[in-house]
């Protein structure tokens, strides 16, 4: 049954990284494999040993959970992309108060408060002001250069899938790769491109557990404020228009009170 858990936890982080806005480190801190990823994705070897089997266990799961529901986005993307963005943004909103505890907003410090509002202002002005050609990067025929842009996105991307509140697949949206690697690559099952960024992915996961296991053990605060602000900023881009508002305005609703529930302890 543990083994089960293990998968199905591997599984919904997964598919959290495969949609925009949508953090797979908060379905790790949700299904109770947080501390596991990040004290083992280190490297830290101590407890490597107690661990392994589960870890493995785990990526299988991720790796399904992204093969698997990229298929499921193309879909809703191309066919309902209004009602998918706005069930996004209720899952974020949902997420809010998850980040917010782990931040400890309500001590109001200056310093960590300031993390917050210039993120949220960074990112929000770096979509304002992105070239929205980004979005259709070609890699269909492949050059160095592509190699280690796909390399670099994809290990980007789940650097933050090891941050809760942080969505991999709206940094892809933002760096113009989520179509080249989720609809193209993923979803048609591309080789060697595949490969390739799978290969980025585990680099990915080991430097972002590093990374967050060196600053949250020093700055857990400060950085829960700035995770805060990224998820504010990044918002934006994927608000939906409201041509559907009163079954947009219901799932909006009801995706923000089930996540809400899910991450409440």
Known sequence: MKTIKTFLAGFFIGVANVIPGVSGGTMAVVFGVYEMMVEVLSLDFKHLKDYFIPLVILFLGIVTGILGFAQIMGFLLENYSELTYTVFVGIILGSFPLIAK??????????????????AVLVTLMIVFQDRTVGEINVEILSVGKIIGLLIASSLSTITMIIPGVSGSMLLVMIGYYTAIFSYIIRGLVFPHLIIVLIGMVVGLILGSKLMSLLLKKHSKF??????????GSTWSIIPQFNQPLIQVVLLIGSSVFIYFINKK
């Open 102 to 119: 782990l931040s400890h907003i309500k001590e109001k410090n200056i310093v960590n408060l300031l993390g917050l509002i210039i993120t």
């Open 223 to 232: 950085i829960y404020h700035v995770i805060l602000g990224l998820i504010i």
